[in-house]
């Protein structure tokens, strides 16, 4: 019973800005770090942006650092990620993963990570 449901995608214009959401479901989120996942059409998933149970927070990808911030709100269960100035290179599907080890950073790697939702569609497109 242990799920993680992404929402918040859509089509948006170039230069747009999104919220999305991780909701975490069966478990709490308090003492697992949290990371965002992409994958654009053809390619393999990248990391993008990732919180500890600190919130400390990491970015994953160059390309996104002064656009896109995560954040967590533990009384919801809920992570997000707030992006800013899209591009059409942000276009693909978007994952949130837990890690549930003890490790007390960031890893950048997706095998790292146990448990997947089954992703939000973004695409930035005018």
């Known amino acids: 019973q242990l799920q993680l449901v992404e929402s918040g995608g859509g089509l948006v214009q170039p230069g747009g800005s999104l919220r999305l959401s991780c909701a975490a479901s069966?478990?709490?989120?308090?003492?697992?770090?949290i990371a965002w996942f992409r994958q654009a059409p053809g390619k393999g998933r990248e990391g993008v942006s990732c919180i500890t149970r600190s919130s400390i927070t990491t970015h994953l990808s160059d390309s996104v650092k002064g656009r896109f911030t995560i954040s967590r709100d533990n009384a919801k269960n809920t992570v997000y990620l707030q992006m800013n100035n899209l591009q059409p290179e942000d276009t693909g599907i978007y994952y949130c993963a837990a890690d549930v080890s003890l490790s007390r950073s960031c890893r950048q790697f997706e095998s790292a990570y146990d448990y997947w939702g089954r992703g939000t569609q973004l695409t930035v497109s005018s």
């Open positions: 069966g478990f709490t989120l308090d003492f697992y770090s």
